[in-house]
Every structure is written in C-alpha cells, then in structure tokens.
C-alpha cells in the first residue's frame, strides 16, 4: 500500500536527520503567531481580545497597552467544551469624552470591568467592531451577551451578581455590532471589587434608601470604621448627563422632587489599609416616580409651530400619573371638549377650562396614552371619574394629544 511504503521510507531516514528536523519544526512553530487564548485555563466567562485586522488573538503577556474586539467563553457545563463568543455593542456607544466630568461615557464602566478581568487598568469602550467571516454568516449565534450593562466596580463580566444582560444568548445584533476595549497598563492600588446595593423600598420621592457596600471587597484591605467612608449620590439623566446632588453625602438619601423621571446612583469613596484611595460606584436605581395619587395631572408648555411662542403655566399639554406603571401618560383628543377641560383646569386648581387639540408629542421618553374618548359631564371632581375607553386602550398616533388652557385659580382652593 502507498500509506505503508511511505511510513517504511520515513523509518530508513538516517536519525540525525530526523533530530535535526524535529529541531528546525519546533523553532518555526516557536516563532509562528498564537491563535490560542494566552490564558492558562478556560472557564466559562474568561475573557479574551481578538486583533479586529489580523483576527488573532492578542497576548496578554507581551502587549502593554492590549485592545481589540471582547470575547468570552461559553462554557456553562464547566466541561471545558465550550467556545469563544462576542458581545454586542447596544447600548455601549460612546457619549462625551471621559473628562467631561459632568457626562458618563457609556460603555465606560464595562471596558473598565473587562480590562480589569484582563488584568489591566483603564478601559475605553470600542463599538461597531467587526466579527470575523466565519461568525458574519450568522451573527446571532456569535453573540453571547447582549444588552450588558456593568456598575464598574466588578471582577468579572460574566456570572452571579455581575454585570447585568439580556438572556444568555439572547440577541438581536449584526456582523459590524461588536463590543470591544482598548486597556491600560496594569496598576494596583484600585483594587476594590463588588457591588454598592442602593437598599429602600421604592423608588419614589419621599423614599429614603441606603447605600450598602458590604459587599465590596478589597485585596489591600478596606477601612471598618463607617467614618472612613464618604458618599455622594448622583442624578442621570436621559441623556446620561450625572449631576452630583449638593449636600447628599451620607450613606442615607431622600428621593427628592428634582428626582422625578432621573436615575439615581451612589459614589464610595475610602482609603484602603496600604494607604490607596479607592473609588466605586452603584448601579443607577430609576426612574424615580413622583408620590402621588393615581391620576393625578400635570401640564407641559407647548411651543407654537407658527410663533414660536411657549404657553404659559396655565396652558399646555395635559400628562396623567398612571400608579399602575409608575409612568406620566398623555390623554388622547378623540371627543375633547370644554367640559373635559373645565374638570382637568379643576383637578389642577384652577378654573375655566377651553380645551385644547392636535398637540404633537416630540420629547423623550415617548409618550404613551393612559386615556381615549374621554365624555365628562363638568361635574366630576377628577378626570378618571369621567367616561372613557378601557384604560390604557386608544388608537391614537403622536399628533393627537389633548391639552388645556386654564384661567385663575378657583375661588375654592
């Protein structure tokens, strides 16, 4: 046979020969390019970074300043069987630059979470990446977390009481939507990891939470003393805009009215016992709802599309508190007249009433409608007392929102 005559010329090779190849095989394969994970051992949620040009995998020994497209390995059975898989970039798109202290870099906290996984410091969050051309045929089943969202202060990514994320595997991203990170060199005196819990009951004004950082832990060894810790509770925004809240520095804070449709997140600060200053943060808590009864009113000033005139306090589009979900709602014009007007220009203690439609919706978070075909008589002391669709049912569009314009407050307030 072929196979057999092949093997029998290989055995009469002189075996110097053979040495010496065998030693010429090994020094190429030394210098040839790993495409292996540097790490020693792969457990599920390791970490790796994959060059985005040459599609190798980056040494984590020889690079001092490692970036590339994030990997993490799949491996829930621990059988060692698993494989290398990406994240996806939504909501990890940058915004601002990381010195404006004012405006969070999204994407900051969980490139800082990653490289920290990695063994480095720093963390530059890299979006749109590409995957590789293999993956790019289906990219969903590439992805293994989608969604993800990091406080900062983890040792890991992936696993109990980490970084939060959709469903493991869940995801509905494309071949050019991978999340990747660009790492410092390593230092060592921020080394706190874990979790602040914001503990309370609800997030609504009036509530008091606390900051619990019980959880943290720190290899150089973290201050007992209550006294040894500083706090400051910080306002988000839509925009991710944070705002540290003035004269909110105990470990105790009361949502305040300013709060309202904000999310609220708390900063700890100590020193540990090597002398260095640790930082880490909490998860945003929100959005913070206001405590008021179900139904309650509200009016928004509106912009003339032709004058450019805003109303004033007594005129604008009506928003309604649904308890239900916490949520300001708005209220459809279909059937809106004087006397609905003349019972929401009394709820919000003021008089008169002329109804207002056609108002366009333009802002964010979109504006859902609570109520529909809303029929009061003029008589009802609160607008849910009124007639009107089945709650939360309407077949209304953007451009369909009711409004009033009021006169002064009514002799009866």
Not at 30 to 41: D, I, L, R, S, Y
Not at 91 to 103: F, K, P, S, W, Y
Not at 267 to 285: C, L, M
Not at 349 to 357: D, I
């Amino acid at each position: 046979m072929r196979i057999g005559n092949g093997v029998a010329k290989a055995l009469s090779i002189p075996r110097v020969f053979l040495v010496t190849a065998g030693l010429l095989l090994g020094l190429l394969l030394m210098g040839a390019p790993a495409e292996v994970n540097t790490q020693e051992t792969n457990v599920d949620g390791d970490l790796r970074l994959v060059d985005t040009t040459t599609g190798t995998v980056v040494s984590l020994v020889i690079t001092v300043t490692p970036s590339g497209r994030l990997e993490v390995f799949d491996d829930p059975d621990g059988d060692g069987a698993g494989e290398w898989k990406g994240i996806c970039d939504d909501g990890l798109g940058t915004l601002g630059t990381q010195e404006d202290n004012d405006i969070r870099v999204i994407g900051r906290q969980e490139a800082e979470v990653a490289c920290r996984q990695l063994g480095f410091s720093g963390g530059t969050p890299l979006t749109g990446l590409a995957v590789s051309a293999s993956a790019a045929e289906d990219p969903s089943a590439y992805y293994l977390l989608d969604d993800l969202e990091c406080s900062g202060s983890e040792a890991r990514i992936l696993g109990e009481n980490k970084c939060k994320h959709s469903v493991r595997g869940e995801n509905n991203c494309g071949d050019n939507e991978a999340f990747g990170v660009s790492c410092e060199a390593a230092t060592s005196n921020e080394d706190a990891v874990g979790h602040i819990a914001i503990r309370g009951t609800e997030t609504k004004t009036g509530v008091t939470v606390t900051a619990d950082h019980s959880g943290i832990t720190d290899a150089d060894g973290k201050p007992t003393e209550e006294s040894s810790f500083s706090y400051q509770w910080i306002r988000s925004d839509l925009a991710y805009n944070e705002t540290e809240i003035p004269s909110a520095t105990n470990s105790a804070y009361v949502f305040q009215s300013e709060d309202e449709e904000n999310w609220v997140k708390v900063r700890i600060r100590f020193t540990d016992d090597a002398g260095n200053s640790e930082q880490v943060e909490s998860f945003d808590v929100g959005p913070v709802y206001p405590d008021l009864p179900d139904g309650s009113l509200r009016l928004i000033s509106t912009t003339s599309v032709e004058t450019g005139e805003v109303s004033d306090s007594s005129s604008g589009l009506l928003q309604i508190f649904d308890d239900q979900t916490k949520r300001w709602k708005g209220i459809c014009d279909d059937l809106w007249d004087a006397d609905d007007a003349t019972v929401a220009c009394g709820q919000l203690g003021l008089s008169g009433g002329t109804a207002l439609t056609d108002i366009i919706w333009i802002g964010q978070p979109s504006l859902l409608f609570l109520l529909d075909d809303v029929e009061c008589d003029g008589t009802e002391e609160v607008l849910l007392e009124c007639a009107h669709s089945d709650r939360g049912t309407h077949d209304c569009t953007s451009w369909e929102y009711a409004g009033v314009t009021c006169e002064a407050a009514s002799d009866s307030q």
